[in-house]
């Protein structure tokens, strides 16, 4: 199979899935209780004014029509409009995305950036403190739920020694970049929204600095015991360079393909540190949007995510195919 | 039939148009009976309640609207279709960079924030949601109210306690039982800078009573029997409002809803538009808006009132209670809206921040369907509310931020009946009327919503425990996500209703109908209960004007 016909079967195929999650996002509106009226009309609305607020919605069309209508929109770029705010879903969505992909981002750099070197002084220093120390950090950032560790940080360096804002999102990063030109001073808006990114991303990262401190460990303990190490040393390369040069090359590239995955969780993952920083991105959005049943706000939300998703997958897949050829047989 | 009763009736059958044709007699089971009690008092229907409810005597007949809405309220608390629980109080932390006291209402009005020392004068609010759009007439829910209210102004408004006060009218009258005008007041700008003309204000009117002008408005059940307004001089500045019938409580209602908007403003933008952006007459304009994130509005220096005294106020979220009240505690935020028992005594304990709390227009209360076993007996009802120990409730699950009730109509509201106390905790006189209704060996389970009141699923849970401490009666609790208890007390059909389900009630008119129309009148759009005896109270409260209120 050549390279363009294993992409564009990808592609198809990730067509399917998101079509699927499609389908799957639409139909949970149907099975999940309440009704979008009860969003829209209070309490004690009439009968009547319930009728109306059926029929503007669309809610009295047989349920294939709302399907192929939902569909049909979809495919205009149409997710329709927020039942609160009246908004256009779509606007509402791509407005809040771009939070959350600067905290996804952030996350993961703070998981490069502690848990390469982690990994890489655990394996090389086996059975010594150092060794010890960073196992127990990993159980412990796998085993601690990011609302507690969230809450937990808050208190400490916001409330206690007000080194950080407590929650919220100042500037962001495009504010922050267009600081440079601009009148606002760069330094300071760079250094608040900096100051109200560094909390959320450690509460979202820690799980994965764990998680990849472990990875790098045991990736660089089995490379470590392979022949080629061995003729390294022998032909006299110093230790440093057998470590960085060679072992940890071989190392990370099942560590970047985690990596590339987890962007996605991530992505699912912040909606709890979200809710805890009252950070403004999808996932707060998608749990206000649950709570007020939302629709097309939600919708909205789970397929942008979804499609993310596919895409990063279909990525990671085609540079695995890139690199390595026997994939795209199997 | 007298002009007088047509249209009445048409403004009956508007407010109850809320349910599909329920028939209006049906009391079934031992749920009809009227319980007069001994003791008649010389005041019109404010007798004082009894603990012997069956025992029959007669009592005069009210004379006023007050006195017919007491008497619905003696009536509720002697049948007890509720298990009367409690008012909610609204508890908020605020800074000492301020000095602001919380309404009754619910409603944070920053044009009452003073500053304290210099910091106070940015004052920044912190609630558990952002607005649901900024169209003042496209909501009905507090925390968009707190929003659009800075910038957006009605007719009439309430003041801190509760009073009535002009605000864009200068004057109010009721010409005629189906005619009510209002006198706008001159020289008030717009934030574009256009000015208030009487058109302005009768087109804000039709928006929301008609779905023909502009919106599908979800405050058209609020100016219910509000027909249409048109102006009728623009030299003497009146615009009349035609009602279906007497409306008693039309200016209570335009006291709550009905912001004005900028009719040539509206025309000229979309829904998205008019949702993001402002242009009222209020005391605060528009400054930034971020949708979901903040609001921030600059004071408007040409308010036709005293400019406000803080410069700028800006409204942000944080779902959490833990994060309002961490931005309170680290100076980030001046108010916190909703702080919950279990975090006050963080509040209170840090330098630079106090709690406020004010008994919220909010009551709490557990509905029985009169029209299932067992709770088709008013024994059996009362049995319940004997059986529960409010002030343990108020003092240790609310941490005292809640009073006992005993009646549908809280303290100050129009209509109130001073008389009634709440039920006393009286375990033997409960099971005796257990015994009594003949459903001994009963088993019940309350139906609570998770997280939609303050400490819904824990008072649900000590009234279960409470009751079932009784030992003729089995009492269990039940959690349920809010939306579901919604699709089921909403479809207009009692029979689909839990038979006993925990249920909040916000009435803003500060009039007993708004409470005991919907949730207890036959007709009502939410009612568990039916009785001719309050319906007729009812009717006969809407026949009447209450100008007093």
């Known amino acids: ?330 | 039939m007298s002009e007088k009763d047509t249209s009445r009736r048409r403004f009956l059958q508007a407010a109850g148009s809320a349910t599909a044709a329920v028939a209006l007699a049906g009391c079934s089971g031992n749920g009809g009976e009227a319980t007069p009690t001994d003791e008649p008092t010389d005041s019109d229907g404010g007798e004082t309640a009894t603990t012997e409810p069956q025992e029959t005597t007669e009592r005069p007949e009210p004379e006023t609207r007050d006195g017919y809405l007491q008497r619905a309220n003696l009536h509720c608390h002697e049948q007890a279709p509720w298990v009367f629980l409690n008012r909610q109080y609204s508890v908020y932390g605020q800074s000492s960079d301020i000095e602001w006291q919380p309404r009754t209402d619910e409603r944070v009005s920053a044009y009452a924030i003073e500053p304290a020392n210099d910091d106070g004068d940015d004052v920044v609010m912190t609630q558990s949601q952002m607005d649901s759009g900024l169209d003042p007439q496209d909501h009905r829910e507090t925390p968009t109210d707190n929003i659009v209210l800075q910038a957006y102004e009605g007719l009439l408004e309430r003041d801190r306690e509760g009073t009535i006060v002009e605000t864009l009218a200068t004057d109010y009258q009721r010409l005629d039982e189906t005619t009510v005008q209002f006198t706008v007041r001159d020289n008030v700008p717009f934030h574009s800078g256009d000015s208030l003309t009487p058109e302005d204000v009768a087109y804000s009117i039709n928006r929301i009573v008609d779905p023909d002008v502009g919106i599908e408005s979800p405050q058209v059940d609020q100016l219910i029997g509000v027909e249409g307004a048109e102006v009728e001089s623009e030299e003497d500045r009146t615009v009349n409002v035609n009602l279906a019938g007497l409306n008693p409580i039309v200016f209570a209602s335009f006291a709550t809803y009905c912001d004005v908007m900028n009719r040539s403003w509206v025309e000229e933008n979309d829904d998205a538009y008019i949702n993001q952006n402002m242009d009222g007459t209020g005391p605060f304009e528009l400054s930034n808006y971020e949708q979901g994130v903040e609001v921030a509005f600059d004071r408007f220096e040409d308010y036709w009132d005293e400019p406000a005294a803080i410069s700028t106020f800006t409204i942000n979220s944080a779902s959490e209670s833990s994060t309002r009240v961490n931005r309170l505690l680290s100076g980030e935020t001046d108010i916190a809206v909703n702080v919950p028992p279990q975090e006050v005594s963080r509040v209170e304990e840090n330098d630079g921040t106090s709690i406020s709390a004010v008994p919220s227009t909010r009551i709490l209360f557990n509905a029985m369907r009169y029209d299932v076993e067992p709770f088709d007996s008013p024994e059996f009802r009362q049995a319940v509310n004997y059986a529960i120990d409010l002030d343990s409730i108020v003092e240790n699950v609310l941490q005292t931020f809640g009073s006992p009730t005993g009646q549908p109509t809280l303290e100050g509201f129009f209509g109130h009946n001073g008389d009634i106390d709440p039920y006393p905790q009286d375990l033997e006189r409960a099971e005796q009327l257990v015994e009594e209704s003949g459903y001994a060996g009963a088993e019940i389970e309350l139906v609570t919503p998770i997280g939609r009141y303050l400490r819904d699923v824990e008072i649900a849970q000590a009234v279960a425990a409470q009751v079932d401490e009784l030992s003729n009666v089995s009492a269990s609790a039940r959690q349920v996500e809010f939306s579901t208890l919604v699709s089921q007390v909403t479809t207009g059909n009692i029979e689909d209703k839990p038979p006993w389900y925990l249920l909040g009630w916000g009435n803003a008119t500060f009039d007993a109908i708004q409470t005991i129309q919907p949730l207890l009148a036959s007709d009502g759009a939410l009612t568990s209960y039916k009785n001719d005896e309050l319906d007729s109270l009812l009717d006969e409260a809407q026949s009447l004007p209450s100008e007093s209120n």
């Open chain 1, 1 to 330: 199979m050549g390279y363009g016909r294993f992409l564009l079967k990808r592609g198809v195929q990730g067509v399917g899935v998101v079509w699927g999650v499609v389908t799957v996002v639409f139909v949970l509106r149907f099975i999940t209780p309440g009704s979008p009226i009860d969003t829209v009309a209070p309490l004690d609305a009439s009968q009547e004014t319930r009728r109306r607020i059926a029929e503007e919605l669309g809610l009295n069309e047989p349920l294939y029509i709302q399907y192929l209508d939902y569909l049909w929109e979809l495919l205009h770029g149409n997710m329709g409009y927020s039942y609160i705010s009246s908004i256009p879903a779509s606007v509402q969505v791509f407005q809040k995305l771009p939070a959350t992909l600067e905290l996804a981002i952030a996350a993961s750099v703070v998981a490069i950036v502690l848990s390469i070197p982690l990994g890489v002084i655990s394996a090389t220093r086996r059975h010594e403190p150092a060794d010890y120390a960073a196992t127990t950090f990993s159980l412990l950032g796998i085993s601690t739920p990011n609302f507690w560790l969230g809450i937990m940080l808050v208190l400490v360096f916001a409330v206690q020694f007000d080194v950080f804002p407590t929650s919220g999102r100042a500037h962001g990063f495009m504010q922050a970049l267009a600081a440079i030109t601009g009148p606002a001073p760069f330094f300071e808006v760079a250094r608040e929204w900096l100051a109200s990114l560094f909390l959320p991303a450690i509460t979202l990262g820690t799980y994965f600095t764990a998680l990849i401190t472990r990875l790098v460990r045991s990736g660089m303990l089995d490379e470590l015991s392979e022949g080629y190490v061995r003729a390294t040393r022998a032909k006299g390369l110093p230790e440093t360079l057998v470590r960085y040069k060679h072992v940890l090359r071989n190392t990370l590239v099942p560590v970047v393909t985690v990596l590339g995955l987890q962007l996605g969780t991530l992505i699912g993952g912040a909606v709890i540190t979200e809710a805890v920083f009252a950070w403004p991105g999808l996932g707060s959005e998608i749990i206000r949007a649950i709570n007020a049943r939302d629709w097309p706000i939600l919708q909205g939300s789970l397929i942008v995510i979804g499609t993310g998703f596919v895409l990063l997958n279909i990525a990671v897949d085609a540079l695995y195919a890139y690199l390595d050829p026997r994939v795209m047989a199997e």
